[in-house]
């Protein structure tokens, strides 16, 4: 399976559409948060058929409305703001925050621990874990727009740059 993770929207619709075009051979999506308005929500469900999993950023004010969002878009599940998943036989552990994250790999309990908030791509293997860090899809922070496809069959992260 190939899996898109993908953070720090912040509502730059452009930038997520032109992401989610390059979609087609990935089977489901990790959304690390920052999603920031409700709308964005809409842009993922229409914008991506597969399961889409969301985490919430410390930049998701209206929690309820983007909740609520999702009863439209039932592909899109909201987990709070962290999930373990299971994967095509990998386990992941999600969340926003870097430091969480980093604290997180030290554990040594997943294959892959996600998360975004610092806007800076970054991927690395700590013993039997891949540390993923997708950068941003808002793009201007940092001046690049990117994120990640994790294939579950070879264990092989694939940076994607945003066009």
């Known amino acids: 399976m190939r899996v898109a993770i993908i953070s720090d929207i912040h509502d730059n619709t452009p930038n997520l559409r032109s992401a989610l075009a390059k979609l087609e051979s990935v089977d489901e999506m990790i959304c ?3 999603l920031c308005s409700p709308f964005i929500i809409k842009e993922l469900g229409v914008g991506f058929p ?5 985490v919430f950023g410390n930049n998701d004010g209206d929690r309820y409305r983007i909740t609520d969002a999702t009863r439209k878009y039932t592909n899109v599940k909201i987990h709070g703001e962290y999930v373990e998943l299971d994967i095509g036989g990998r386990t992941f552990s999600v ?5 969480i994250g980093r604290a997180i790999v030290a554990c040594q309990n997943h294959d892959v621990v996600c998360f975004g908030h610092s806007h800076q ?4 293997r700590v013993g039997r874990t891949l540390v993923v860090n997708p950068g941003e899809i808002y793009g201007l922070l940092t001046g690049n727009a990117t994120f ?10 694939e940076r994607v740059d945003v066009a």
């Open 32 to 34: 690390l948060g920052d």
């Open 50 to 54: 597969g399961p889409i999993h969301v």
């Open 95 to 99: 969340n926003h925050f870097d430091n």
């Open 121 to 124: 791509y970054g991927l690395e």
């Open 148 to 157: 990640v496809i994790y294939d579950t069959d070879t264990g092989e992260p």
